[in-house]
């Protein structure tokens, strides 16, 4: 079995100090960078854009992994790929011609991801499974960090999972809200490849330990 990755979402970092906060992660045994970009209008939120995401990725010496929480993806697809995503993911809610943006993303040398909210069925991406890297499923309403975890995600990563090895897929499965040590165990057991953990590191007194703790539990 694989290890399961752990992508700490910067969200949820201290943006005054955010060279302070990607070196942590930078020197973490965190594998990812967990980069959510938000307009305010696919969720009722804002949280950072472009010239964010620049100051990041030249301190990142991760992969950086960048949730889209925008309508019209496509229209920054090369931008996204010249600020050095490594994984672009997209919402399946905010695409009208997913295959397409999914093509759209490769074509630009980056892994292609695509993002469920809580109320959209996995079965919905089995004509498409082939085509995607990453499904990210949410396990919050996306628009903020600190929310709970809700709990039918643990049958959803369960059934994605035979989605993707009916296919013969390679698609790896990323869980995203609400992630602590206490459900880590569960969603690795149940097929989970990659947990983002947002307020639980950084609200850790110790954020590398809380990293190292939660990669643990996932692979215990
Ligand atoms: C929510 C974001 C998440 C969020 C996770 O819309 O996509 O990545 O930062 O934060 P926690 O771990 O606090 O739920
Ligand atoms: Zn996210």
Redesign the pocket.
Known sequence: MNKTLIAP?V??SDFGNLQRDVEMINNSEADWF?I?I?DGVF?PNISFGMPVLKAISEHAKKTIDV?L?IIDPDRYIKEFAKLGANILTVHYEACTHLHRTLQAIKAEGMKAGVAINPHTSVDLLKDVIKDIDLVCI?S?N??????SFIENTYHKVQRLKEIISMNNAETLIEI????TDKNAAELSKAGADVL?????VFKADDQPQTIKNLKQIANS
Do not use: I, Y
């Not at 996306?142 to 929310?147: D, I, K, M, N, S």
């Not at 983002?196 to 639980?200: E, H, L, P, R």
């Open positions: 979402s969200l949820a967990h959510d938000m969720v949730h929480m949410m919050v996306p628009g903020f960090g600190g929310q995203d809200g609400g992630v983002v953990a947002g307020s639980f």
